[in-house]
């Protein structure tokens, strides 16, 4: 799908034409998008349609099995080229992705201080202790954990979902990237933890001045986040915008589709969602 510049000035991250093959059948078919500095852009569909995929092509995380072409630009340096130790260097440190699920990119049985450390470490190996305890500590503040001084040394299960996600941010943060990556950060907490989460990365985005691509099935959740939304489906994007063209003026039906599908305050209930 062709797309139209949004903003000035070259994007942080262009992707062009990305393919992903599983065993030679296409998960990912010809999907382009960028985002812009400072910007945050929604990537929305149902589970399924290639999201999550285009994500860990992008940090490289694919499994070797699969097959991957096209162009994943960051700042002007293409990430698919890379030599992987180069690749290392750049996740954490220009890049970082934080997951759904928490409990499954923490340890269970390491402390969260040290996990954070070893995020930093990672980058900065000659750091020395007391100033990566600083360091962890600013970021435990920063992400709103309570009484970080104390609790940098409890584990994962000490910690309630919504706290386990906020450590997994500070994790994502501590080096200071300039794209996040968030896969469905809130789709695992109640609806009043997930208001707090999102609220949290938008306040940091813009004291990190953070670009960041946020990939959700869920709309409502986007439109809270998003500058511009891009809608894919069956592995394509099938319709791109600013979050007012979309949830105002959608174009494609299966966006249509997709805004009907979810309830809202003022819909009859008398009558069935439109399904997609």
């Not at 991957?68 to 630009?73: D, E, H, Q």
């Not at 997951?99 to 928490?102: A, I, M, N, R």
């Given at each position: 799908m062709s797309f139209v510049r949004q903003g000035e000035g070259p994007a942080l991250l262009e992707v062009r034409?990305?393919?992903?093959?599983?065993?030679?059948k296409e998960a990912v078919r010809g999907v382009s998008f960028e985002v812009n500095r400072g910007e945050t852009l929604g990537l929305v569909g149902e589970s399924g349609s290639g999201k999550s995929a285009t994500s860990l092509a992008m940090m490289r995380l694919l499994p070797e099995s699969a097959?991957?072409?096209?162009?994943?630009?960051?700042?002007?340096?293409e990430m698919l080229t890379l030599p992987e130790a180069e690749m290392r260097r750049r996740r954490g440190q220009d890049v970082a992705m934080i997951?759904?699920?928490?409990m499954t990119a923490l340890n269970p049985v390491m402390k969260v201080g040290r996990q954070i450390g070893e995020a930093l470490l990672a980058h900065a190996p000659k750091m020395g202790r007391r100033e990566v305890r600083e360091r962890v500590l600013q970021a435990m503040h920063e992400v709103g954990l309570p009484d970080p001084e104390r609790r940098c040394d409890d584990y994962p299960h000490q910690f309630s979902g919504g706290q386990r996600q906020r450590v997994v941010i500070a994790m994502a943060l501590i080096n200071k990237p300039r794209l996040l990556i968030a896969d469905e950060?809130?789709?695992a907490l109640d609806v009043t933890v997930q208001a707090q989460i999102l609220a949290l990365l938008k306040k940091l985005r813009l004291e990190h001045d953070l670009s960041m691509l946020f990939i959700s099935h869920d709309l409502a959740v986007v439109a809270q986040v998003a500058d511009r939304v891009a809608v894919m489906r069956h592995g394509e994007i099938v319709e791109q915008g600013t979050v007012a063209q979309i949830f105002g003026d959608a174009r494609h039906e299966y966006t249509r589709k997709l805004l009907a599908s979810a309830p809202s305050m003022t819909t009859d209930r008398d009558r069935p969602l439109a399904t997609v």
């Open positions: 034409d990305l393919r992903i093959a599983f065993a030679g097959k991957v072409t096209g162009s994943i630009a960051l700042d002007g340096s997951f759904q699920e928490p950060p809130t789709t």
